[in-house]
């Protein structure tokens, strides 16, 4: 049987490394100096513009079939 202690350990380790990651991907794209640093910038900027379209049309079918739809 395993112990509590040790699996939350476990669960928090695995937590860490995508933030790691993520941590020395943002390093990488602020020197510049990297091949990936283009794919990197655009990447971060393709997922906030899709964030945005995603809670735009949440926005505008909310209105939409509340109040539009009649």
């Known amino acids: 049987m395993t112990d509590p202690v040790d699996k939350a350990k476990e669960v928090v380790e695995s937590l860490e ?3 790691e990651k993520a941590k020395e991907l943002e390093r990488e794209a602020e020197e510049g100096s990297s091949a990936r640093t283009p794919l990197i910038a655009i990447t ?3 997922l906030l513009v899709g964030l945005i379209v995603v809670i735009l049309l ?3 079918m ?3 079939f509340v109040y539009g739809g009649r």
Request: proline share 8%; net charge neutral.
């Open 62 to 64: 909310t209105v939409y």
């Open 44 to 46: 971060g900027v393709g």
């Open 58 to 60: 949440a926005i505008a």
């Open 17 to 19: 490394h995508p933030i």
